[in-house]
């Protein structure tokens, strides 16, 4: 399944699912044993420090479970995960780059294409041009910009030492 099919899929599930206060951060196409659909849900409001519950992600799986346009939108048979972000949160659109601008939070990024002669790398958010749609990290290797249209998946590193 390619990025703009699932891009598709992340429009209308994260349509679908506002009415009960998620929205969707992701999705992945999931190939390793049984095909499977994983999105990745958050809350639409801040809600102090409360982050997405197994009961949310059940509500969620639920709701989809009954939506029949998910099953025309798949291309075979899969299995729904439902999932939240957790401390390694996937970041896909603009914004989530954008948020993470000045943070001492790495991040690491794998492409579709080789940008750069890279295809993958972790370092710091230094900047987001919304007008060519293009993040810049700055990495051990220096700075590498790529643009989001060949972004496969990118998300936080978290410092499991800590």
């Known amino acids: 399944m390619n990025r703009s099919q699932l891009n598709e899929i992340m429009k209308q ?68 995960e439902i999932s939240s972000p957790g401390v390694e949160r996937p970041l896909r659109k603009l914004e989530h780059f954008a948020a993470q601008v000045g943070k001492d939070q790495p991040i690491k990024v794998k492409l579709y294409d080789l940008i750069e002669n890279r295809r993958n790398g972790t370092g710091l958010v230094t900047d987001v041009n919304t007008k060519e749609n293009v993040v810049t990290l700055t990495t051990e290797l220096g700075p590498w910009t790529f643009p989001l249209d060949k972004l496969k998946q990118a ?8």
Not at 13 to 33: K, N, P, Q, Y
Not at 36 to 43: A, E, G, S
Request: one cysteine or more; glycine letters at 4%; a negative charge.
């Open 13 to 80: 599930v994260d349509e679908r699912i506002h009415a009960l206060g998620f929205f969707c951060l992701d999705v992945h196409w999931v190939t390793s044993g049984s095909p499977t659909l994983r999105i990745f849900i958050d809350l639409s409001t801040a809600d102090g420090d409360r982050a997405v519950s197994i009961d949310d992600c059940e509500s969620v799986s639920r709701l989809l479970n009954e939506w029949q346009e998910l099953d025309d939108l798949m291309e075979q048979p899969y299995q729904l």
């Open 155 to 162: 998300s936080l590193v978290y410092d499991w030492k800590r």
